[in-house]
């Protein structure tokens, strides 16, 4: 489960430096090891660094513990690192605050070596576990990018972000790779698997901001949403894709559009408002697509007008 070459990462804070030293001692072997003394930096640090176990004081100037837990379960970057407090309050009553305050686990000082060690092991070895199984639940079998489940998700989550952020668009491509059922009929489907993944290698290698998003949302169905990009940006975007993909040569003799594998995509973007709904967008994007491989395929349809219609008949 753990890894030589890339240890997990623990969080160690204590105000007293010599606290610090004694855990360090027991546990710089097996994992890297992250420290501050100040609990006020605990957030932004753990945000930054996402370490894997937060080992926490709880008696500090400033802000305890406790507090610092809270904070941290108070955040969605930061709600999923486990969290052992570190005491010399051993005291029953103490150890409940430290549960109810999300943390995991209580260990008392003075350190018990070999205690600390294993109750440290346990919660990251759970901690990773639990990592990878949310990455398999949200990853598409065959491509390894996001699946069906993850598009939903993180479209959801970013209308609402967009919303709250007031002006600011959110776009989506629909992407239908063209007469891919001949394909599969003539190469077989394990070329077909493969085609697919190449495609969606290049998609994603094509998604140069890590707040956009491109996902396999069927058969040979994938789907990108793109943050804070205008109509004409994803228009951008899609053109992009259309040429990295032509510049793969999947050679497809039973293609009508062309010899090599060619995609057809539908482009909408919108500024979502509390009036709309999220489905606006997505039926626009699916129009688009629709009407891209009606009209001949191999090319990119964008939601100009149907979409401000939309826009309009829904207010
Ligand atoms: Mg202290």
């Known amino acids: 489960m753990?890894?030589?070459e890339e240890k997990p990462v623990i969080l160690i804070v204590d105000d007293e430096t010599a606290n610090i030293e004694v855990l360090a001692k027991q546990l710089s072997a097996d994992y890297r090891l992250l420290f501050t003394t100040d609990p006020a930096k605990v957030c932004q640090l753990a945000e930054q660094k996402d370490p894997d176990l937060i080992l926490l004081d709880v008696v500090m100037p400033g802000m305890d513990g406790y507090e610092v837990c809270r904070n941290l379960q108070g955040r969605d970057s930061t709600r999923d690192i486990p969290v052992i407090f570190v005491t010399a309050m051993g005291e029953e009553r103490y150890e409940a605050i430290g549960f109810e305050a999300g943390g995991v686990d209580y260990i008392t000082k003075p350190i018990k070596p070999f205690l600390l060690r294993a109750r440290v092991k346990t919660h990251v070895e759970l901690k990773l576990q639990n990592d990878m199984l949310k990455q398999l639940a949200s990853q598409d079998g065959l491509t390894g990018i996001a699946n069906r489940r993850r598009l939903d998700e993180f479209l959801n989550h970013e209308w609402g972000r967009a919303i709250r952020q007031g002006n600011s668009n959110l776009?989506?491509?629909?992407i239908d790779v063209d007469y891919f059922k001949k394909y599969n009929d003539h190469y077989g489907h394990q070329a077909g698997d493969e085609c697919l993944k190449q495609i969606a290698a290049a998609l994603a290698a094509g998604m140069e901001r890590k707040t956009d998003l491109v996902a396999r949302y069927g058969g040979e169905e994938f789907a990108c949403v793109l943050?804070?990009?205008?109509?004409?940006?994803?228009?951008h975007k899609a053109e992009q894709i259309q040429r990295s993909i032509a510049s793969l040569h999947i050679p497809h003799q039973l293609s009508d559009v062309s010899d090599v594998v060619t995609l057809s995509m539908g482009?909408?973007?919108?500024?979502?408002?509390?009036?709309?709904?999220i489905e606006t967008l997505i039926n626009a994007a699916d129009q688009m697509l629709y009407a891209a491989k009606r009209g001949g395929r191999n090319q990119v349809r964008y939601a100009g007008t149907v979409l401000s219609e939309a826009l309009a008949s829904a207010t």
């Open 2 to 4: 753990i890894r030589a």
């Open 227 to 235: 943050p804070n990009t205008s109509l004409q940006g994803a228009i």
């Open 171 to 174: 776009a989506v491509i629909f």
């Open 267 to 277: 482009v909408a973007s919108l500024v979502p408002r509390k009036e709309n709904k």
